[in-house]
DNA sequence: GCGGACCGAATGAACGTTCAGTCTAACGAA
DNA sequence: TTCGTTAGACTGAACGTTCATTCGGTCCGC
């Protein structure tokens, strides 16, 4: 992963893995057929990561609005905390490696949640893939933005991103409390 | 473009180029020094095409709001009709060709645009740079959706997400006509 | 006859993959 | 306990292929 992420696809060559794994070359073909099935490899083993990451969050919040903020966050957090992950996947899913893959993101706990959503008439009736598009992308560009460092990004940048969105995809009112003009306090 | 979304960066060899073009493989070394200046030309003549329709759709329309939904239409239906400009970048953006780069985006007019919006008070008070992910982001998940070909997107859901992404981004309170239960069409 | 656009076989480096062989740990027989 | 056998993990030099790039030469308009 840290070699794709800096070097990408190409410039992973299977020395540099096996070098940098501390085994010989001919070695990483007793586990996998081929540098192509190593990346599938990958893949698989970050998803699932990810699912875990995400079916967790899911389930720690009263109410649906505090469970997606807390989903927001806490995959925003494993991407900045695992940057190559995050490189690694829009490299990915953008490569010929993925074309005519099943699109396994729409089985994911997070696409429930968004339909449950919109069953209970809790988030608008908009497609769930489209939702789910918009969250996971929203995630990756704030976590991108971080990494890059271009771009100071407080906590209270965060749940601003994350409350927008909720706001936009969610059928509620703004809430009703803190309405007032309280001058919002930009402070870490 | 062309061959590079149907085979990546790696898989598409100078030779393929020059084929495709009709030349011979000496001669893009005439216009370009290697291969890697061709691929940041390819970015540059792009990001230009991308400015020009970002500018020009957000020229068209009265009020902010109508000009953030005409330019949301207006990107997709660019990524849409030019796939290989979308799947181009987005393995550009991802790759180490990339890093380093000055983020060009931010000089984009969208972004003038949200900052505008932001003093006008018309716009949420959100880190421009984090609004402007979350809108290209949006954007071409969108794009990327429709042309996997896995969902099928009508205008009428893009404009309930281009909608939603408006409203959770503006400070206006949710539209005063169009909000009787009208049952929305879902057909195409 | 000049100059620059263009050609395309040749070059050399880099890469994924192979395979003949080494090393090690486990186990059963003596 | 000791020794022989074996399976399979591991090695890394070598192989064959692919590719970006080069360059001596041709072609053509002026």
Not at 1 to 28: C, K, Q, Y
Not at 161 to 184: D, F, M, N, Q
Request: glycine share 6%.
């Amino acid at each position: 992963m840290a070699l794709i992420r800096e070097r990408g696809f190409h410039g992973t060559t299977m020395s540099l893995v096996s070098d940098l794994a501390g085994v010989a070359a001919g070695t990483i073909y007793h586990y996998f057929q081929g540098k192509d099935e190593l990346i599938q490899a990958l893949y698989a083993y970050n998803s699932e990561r990810l699912q875990q990451v995400t079916t967790e969050a899911l389930s720690s919040g009263a109410t649906r609005r505090e469970r997606f903020l807390n989903t927001w966050h806490r995959l925003y957090d494993f991407y900045v905390r695992n940057e190559a992950v995050l490189t690694f996947f829009e490299q990915y899913l953008n490569s010929p490696y993925n074309s005519g893959q099943p699109m396994g993101q729409f089985r994911s706990p997070l696409f429930r949640f968004l339909e449950e959503g919109i069953a209970s008439r809790e988030i608008r009736s908009i497609k769930p893939e489209l939702l789910l598009m918009l969250v996971y992308g929203g995630v990756s560009a704030a976590a991108k933005l971080k990494l890059s460092g271009k771009v100071k990004i407080t906590d209270s940048d965060l749940r601003d991103v994350a409350e927008a969105l909720w706001t936009g995809i969610s059928t509620s009112k703004p809430p009703k409390k803190a309405r007032a003009k309280k001058s919002r306090i930009k402070s870490t």
